[in-house]
Every structure is written in structure tokens, then in C-alpha cells.
């Protein structure tokens, strides 16, 4: 089964928020909603000695996503790609998928009354094209493929880190699938705080 996701390299990212704009604009996201957000991650330390590092935070496409397990509409549901997404004509505004996000990544749209996250582009991945915030990082921050196909963009990016650099956002059980770059000589990978 494939296992589409973005994987980002932080070590690259230098923080331009490029991709909330794009995806914003591509996407039709209200002011205020995201899709994807740049978190700021310290500065940490004490000078000059101190780290920062950005976080661009979307869906997670987790293995075992909670949103899909108590949408009970079926709005939330698992393509035939496995992209979690959501069918607006079935979601009926309860919110109980922003609930279960361990995230917060996905976002209500007020005007018409139905959860929206990221997906992946699909509109675009669908036709074999890039997510656009992989597609426009000016940094060259982002990967996009299946996990699950070495010859993916995104595993070869793994492929190529120090398995020590790999990280994801903290795992409840989810299995989250976008991974993260980040190298010690850059900055410690900060979880939560």
C-alpha cells in the first residue's frame, strides 16, 4: 500500500512562509485558516549559543489517522491512493476530526460550514504533478513521493539523511508519515514546547 506524504528538510528551510502563501492561493483558504503554517521553533539557548529553526506544520497522513476514525459521516475518509481527505458533501460541521487531530492542522471553513486540510495537492498529484508548496519551496526544502517507493523523491531524501536527523511529529498511535530533516550541527529537535 503506498504512503504519500511531504518530507521536509529543516536543515534547508529557511522560514520565507513561500508555502503558506502558495497553498493559500492555491487552494482558496480563507484569512486566518491554514493548511500550512510555518512555526517559528526558538530561538533556544543562551548567546551565542542559540538555535532556531522553522516548521512548516500540515497534515500529517497519518498511518492511522484518528480524523478518520470518529468523522462519523465517513466525510473523512482514505482515498485509493491512501491520501486522507475530506468529502465536503458529507461533512456535516460537527468538528469531531478537528478534535481528534493530535495536531490542529485542520482548519474550519465558516462560509461553508465544512472542515479543510491539506490534501496534498490532490488536484495536482492526481495528474502526476507536485504539491505546489513542494513545487515553489525557493529553498528546495520539500519532498513529495511515496514512502513506500524507494525511488520516490521523498524516500530518497530519507535515504540520504542521517537516520539520526529524522524526525516526526510526536507519534500517540497515529504513525504519522511527514517527516522532518533536521541535523544537530543545525539545531536539537525540539518536540512540543
Given at each position: 500500500?503506498?504512503?504519500?506524504?511531504?518530507?521536509?528538510?529543516?536543515?534547508?528551510?529557511?522560514?520565507?512562509?513561500?508555502?503558506?502563501?502558495?497553498?493559500?492561493?492555491?487552494?482558496?483558504?480563507?484569512?486566518g485558516?491554514?493548511?500550512?503554517?510555518?512555526?517559528?521553533?526558538?530561538?533556544?539557548?543562551?548567546?551565542?549559543?542559540?538555535?532556531?529553526?522553522?516548521?512548516?506544520?500540515?497534515?500529517?497522513q497519518?498511518?492511522?489517522?484518528p480524523?478518520t476514525?470518529?468523522?462519523?459521516?465517513?466525510?473523512?475518509?482514505?482515498?485509493?491512493?491512501?491520501?486522507?481527505?475530506?468529502?465536503?458533501?458529507?461533512?456535516?460541521?460537527?468538528?469531531?476530526?478537528?478534535?481528534?487531530?493530535?495536531?490542529?492542522?485542520?482548519?474550519?471553513?465558516?462560509?461553508?460550514?465544512?472542515?479543510?486540510?491539506?490534501?496534498?495537492?490532490?488536484?495536482?498529484?492526481?495528474?502526476?504533478?507536485?504539491?505546489?508548496?513542494?513545487?515553489?519551496?525557493?529553498?528546495g526544502?520539500?519532498?513529495?513521493?511515496?514512502?513506500?517507493?524507494?525511488?520516490?523523491?521523498?524516500?530518497?531524501?530519507?535515504?540520504?539523511?542521517?537516520?539520526?536527523?529524522?524526525?516526526?511529529?510526536?507519534?500517540v498511535?497515529?504513525?504519522?508519515?511527514?517527516?522532518?530533516?533536521?541535523?544537530p550541527g543545525?539545531?536539537?529537535?525540539?518536540?512540543?514546547?
Amino acid at each position: 500500500m503506498a504512503q504519500y506524504a511531504i518530507v521536509v528538510d529543516l536543515n534547508r528551510c529557511i522560514g520565507c512562509h513561500g508555502c503558506e502563501v502558495v497553498c493559500k492561493n492555491e487552494n482558496n483558504i480563507a484569512l486566518g485558516e491554514y493548511w500550512n503554517k510555518v512555526v517559528d521553533r526558538g530561538p533556544f539557548g543562551d548567546y551565542p549559543n542559540m538555535e532556531l529553526y522553522f516548521l512548516p506544520t500540515m497534515c500529517q497522513q497519518c498511518a492511522d489517522a484518528p480524523c478518520t476514525n470518529v468523522c462519523p459521516t465517513g466525510a473523512s475518509y482514505r482515498d485509493g491512493d491512501d491520501v486522507v481527505l475530506i468529502d465536503k458533501e458529507k461533512c456535516i460541521g460537527c468538528k469531531y476530526c478537528m478534535m481528534a487531530c493530535p495536531y490542529g492542522v485542520r482548519s474550519w471553513n465558516a462560509a461553508e460550514r465544512v472542515v479543510e486540510k491539506c490534501t496534498l495537492c490532490a488536484h495536482l498529484t492526481k495528474n502526476g504533478e507536485l504539491p505546489m508548496c513542494v513545487r515553489t519551496c525557493s529553498a528546495g526544502a520539500r519532498f513529495y513521493g511515496d514512502l513506500d517507493d524507494p525511488s520516490s523523491d521523498a524516500s530518497k531524501a530519507l535515504a540520504a539523511a542521517d537516520p539520526a536527523s529524522i524526525h516526526t511529529l510526536e507519534d500517540v498511535g497515529n504513525h504519522p508519515a511527514t517527516h522532518y530533516i533536521l541535523s544537530p550541527g543545525r539545531a536539537a529537535w525540539k518536540e512540543g514546547e
